[in-house]
């Protein structure tokens, strides 16, 4: 692992108050190492305008900061998968940056949009003539961006509709077309075919179209080849450390670091089992770290007897199941010195990054970071003030 992609450490004066006394848990979040995965991507698509999609409280690190460290750091246009998300957002950062809002047009709700400033992806051929029906009744033209689907088969206007907008350009009428967008099926592996099919059908439908602004490419499809940025990028994911092109070096820095107190200590003999449902016993003497994590936190349950913190540069395994407030390691082989009650053990961090906990849980990246839970200390490095 590169010292580039390593989390920066807490710095004392951020484990000194009573805040970080009082909880078990700390979840330290580096918003210059965020800001830097930004440019990163911005580096590699250095033809097209660089978004950030800061959807699901921005991959569970917080939108609020998040967003201002990014604006901080160039980023002009906001992606959110919902409505609250969006009306949120746009209290924490103000007037001027648009913010697109994934889910579409929700029924009733037109006038919330106009109220926050926001711009609706039109997913289906409904949502376009209901926009259209609400910009003739106010009487002006409002921003709006059509989502076509090129092969996800979930939100966006399939082929027949999307057919039926470009044979009657006057459905686009009383329309402010600022986006036409979709979304990569298969993007992280660079020889799925879904990739270049979707890029062709994509170019099919944009020659159709009147000059709009397209955006294709998310966080993997950056990395793809630049026939995929378009005008507009989307990075999500790899904004937040996870590596978008799987099987190859991280480019991204590592944004969140979770470390657990060790609350206990204990030394067990054979044939003492740990934690519930007894799923470990004791092969000979074995120390014991009771740490003060669990699944209420967000640390997966399938984790148990499979997770792995590390204490200082030293592996301590998760052994038994993770219960809903705890967390068991074998600390056999760490020195007792870095094994007192108090002392902190790393779940996510240097030696393990956000990648690889996904992978001993059976999960991706995403799942590891939108769980992380509401009960930690957080400490925002590189905040401004």
Request: hydrophobic share 40%; with cysteine.
């Amino acid at each position: 692992m590169s010292a580039a992609s390593s989390p920066v450490s807490l710095p004392p004066a951020a484990l000194n108050t009573p805040e970080a006394r009082r909880a078990g848990a700390l979840l330290s979040i580096d918003l210059d190492a965020l800001k830097a995965n930004w440019q990163t991507c911005a580096a590699q698509a250095i033809s097209a305008e660089t978004g950030a999609v800061v959807k699901a409280s921005a991959y569970g690190i917080g939108a609020d900061k998040a967003a201002v460290a990014l604006q901080s750091a160039g980023c002009k246009t906001f992606f959110v998968a919902t409505l609250d998300e969006g009306i949120q957002l746009r209290a924490a950062l103000g007037t001027p940056p648009p913010i697109h809002v994934f889910s579409g047009l929700m029924n009733g709700a037109e006038r919330d949009y106009t109220e926050h400033n926001l711009t609706p992806v039109l997913n289906s051929l409904g949502e376009v003539d209901a926009w259209r029906a609400f910009c003739t009744g106010v009487g002006e033209p409002l921003a709006c961006d059509i989502h076509v689907d090129t092969g996800m088969a979930r939100l966006g206007l399939p082929c027949d509709e999307m057919q039926k907008v470009i044979d009657d350009p006057d459905r686009l009428t009383h329309l402010k077309l600022d986006l036409i967008l979709s979304h990569m099926v298969a993007a992280e592996d660079t020889a799925h075919p879904c990739n270049a099919q979707q890029l062709a059908k994509f170019k099919r439908v944009l020659s159709h179209m009147p000059p709009t602004r397209a955006a294709l490419a998310n966080s993997s499809a950056i990395f793809l080849s630049p026939e995929y940025h378009f005008d507009v990028t989307r990075p999500g994911v790899a904004l937040y450390g996870v590596n978008p092109t799987p099987g190859r070096p991280n480019p991204m820095a590592q944004v969140v670091r979770l470390q657990a107190k060790i609350l206990q200590v204990r030394t067990i003999d054979t044939p003492q089992s740990v934690g519930y449902g007894a799923t470990h016993r004791a092969r000979g003497r074995e120390r014991i770290a009771t740490v003060a994590l669990g699944y209420a936190d967000g640390y997966h349950r399938s984790l148990s007897n499979s997770g792995l913190a590390y204490i200082g540069d030293h592996k301590a395994p998760v052994v038994g199941r993770v219960s809903m407030d705890l967390i068991t390691l074998d600390v056999t082989d760490v020195p007792e010195t870095l094994c007192q009650p108090g002392r902190l053990a790393d779940f996510i961090g240097p030696n393990n990054p956000v990648d690889d906990v996904a992978e001993r849980a059976g999960t991706i990246g995403y799942e590891i970071l939108t769980s992380l839970g509401s009960r930690f200390h957080r400490v925002y490095l590189g905040l401004e003030t």
